[in-house]
């Protein structure tokens, strides 16, 4: 059974950073693409980042593109976004996921999910 936990999200002022992890149990972490969502209030849900499943490839948004990386450490099971400059356009749900299909470079919406945690950015 896959299980994704996030964590590190929070209320944070206009300009800073947060790191968002996702920890990941169930499956073998390092076979599996994985990649960051978001859904604002109203709003459908987004893709904000992904990585493959050998860290080769990663993908960004153009709403975040040049102001946050996606990683993953392997032997931790878990993967990161590090979102710098933070805009209150920012503030959403951010949502883990890990596709279901094994030794893929893309995520999409047919995907594994974890519970989600709240960003906020204030202005």
């Known amino acids: 059974q896959v299980q994704l936990v996030e964590s590190g999200g929070g209320l944070v002022q206009a300009g800073g950073s947060l790191r968002l992890s996702c920890a990941a149990s169930g499956r073998t972490f390092s076979n599996y693409a994985m990649g960051w969502f978001r859904q604002a209030p109203g709003k459908e849900r987004e893709i904000v980042a992904s990585?493959?499943?050998?860290?080769?490839?990663?993908f960004y948004a153009d709403s975040v593109k040049g102001r946050s990386t996606i990683s993953r450490d392997n032997a931790k099971n878990t993967v990161y976004l590090q979102m710098n400059k933070l805009k209150p356009e920012d503030t959403a749900v951010y949502y883990c996921?890990?596709?279901?299909?094994?030794?893929?470079?893309?995520?999409?919406?047919?995907?594994?999910w974890g519970q989600g945690t709240q960003v906020t950015v204030s202005s």
């Open positions: 990585i493959s499943w050998n860290g080769g490839r990663t």
């Open positions: 996921a890990q596709s279901r299909a094994g030794y893929s470079d893309i995520i999409t919406v047919n995907a594994y």
